[in-house]
């Protein structure tokens, strides 16, 4: 089946060559890191994770969103999830793999990352964490290679793959809860002390990961002639509204918390976020834009015809995605190490190698989505002309 990725249109090696200059650029930049140390970075003493871990953490829920197209075809037999199944399935293995990119350029020294594996230490988050971010990445391997072979072949899967299929949809949701209890263990950062913060986490990750799905499945559309289905594209649309929905409002409950308490500790994120704080106002813009994509997009969702129009949908499917990554990313962040303990804020802002380096990481996660949808479709496109050959016979 690999063969499939090696043939293509004159614009789909001019993706590939896109993805991979930016690969390229994003290797300098780290050969860079490696070289001078992550003083590069807009990281500090008070700010010890930034843009990379901003990024990881959005992308664990891109991919354990997977399961929302997983679950109703598998385990409820739902048919017209038949063709976007594959999707949500590839996407969860760049996911993961960008995940673990982000670590490993992270830590500054990418051996260290072998000492979780060396030392286990089971009362550790981070190992927890590890376990299930690669246990997750096999199983989707495993589980949407097999799949996916076994149409090549014209037949069914094989039936030992069922308990591995169940066991990634029961696995998918943990991928992100163990993400979540990172953050909202420390119990030095307000922001990130809150029993709420994994159904945040998972609210966000049920809507920013669908919405991206439907992106890709509109786009290969247009340029691939690959039909999902209206009917699997609109019940989508309507998990991505329902889930964004939860989503804000699960954040509008931490401002009430916050500010109707007074506890000053609760406030002071927020108010920097979206007001600025002791002269200090960096992510103001950013966070109302984020906001602001959500407000648009919970419109375009609720109201049925924009639901139901691809132009609208896509519109607001992008608001969503780019709505969570901010949240959830640079927003989480920069929220939760300001203040500081010592009731200072430090400012945090990317800088250019940091952001060739994200950029580079985002790059091959595109670059290997590309290639195992180049598969997908090529698979599935073989498998319908035979079904037609054997029609008309």
Partial sequence: MIEKALRGSAKYWLWVCFLLSWVLIGFICYLYQLKVG???????????????????????????????????????????????TILGEFLAV?????????????????MRVFNVLRYPTLNSIM??????????????????????????KGTKYPSWLKPFIYLAIVWAPSIHIVTAFLYQGLPGRHFWLTAIMAPRFLASAFSSGPALIIILALLLKKVANFDAGKKAIETLSKIVTYAFIVN??????????????GIPGHKAPIQYLFAGLHGHAEWVPTMWLSYILAAIAIILLVVPSTR???????????????????????GLITGGYTPTPFETITPYRPTLPEIGITLGVWAVGFLILTILYKIALGVKESHELVVKMKEEV
């Avoid at 760049?94 to 990418?110: H, N």
């Avoid at 964490?129 to 072979?149: A, I, M, Q, R």
């Fill in 94 to 110: 760049a996911s993961v793999a960008m995940c673990v990119l982000f670590i490993l350029v992270d830590l500054g020294q990418p």
């Fill in 308 to 330: 139901k129009n691809e132009t609208t949908l896509a519109i607001a499917c992008i608001a969503v995605f780019l709505s969570c990554w901010i949240d959830k990313g640079i």
């Fill in 38 to 84: 992550l003083g590069i970075t807009g990281m500090s003493r008070d700010v010890s994770w930034g843009f990379y871990i901003a990024n990881f953490t959005f992308l664990v829920g891109v991919a354990a969103s997977a399961v929302m197209v997983v679950l109703p075809y598998y385990w409820h037999n739902y048919k017209e999830f038949g063709k976007i």
């Fill in 248 to 261: 804000v409002l699960f954040f509008l409950f931490e401002v009430f918390t916050a500010f109707y308490s």
């Fill in 127 to 152: 190992f927890y964490d590890v376990v299930v971010l690669n246990g997750y990445l096999l199983l989707n391997l495993l589980c949407g290679w097999t799949v996916l072979h076994a149409e090549y």
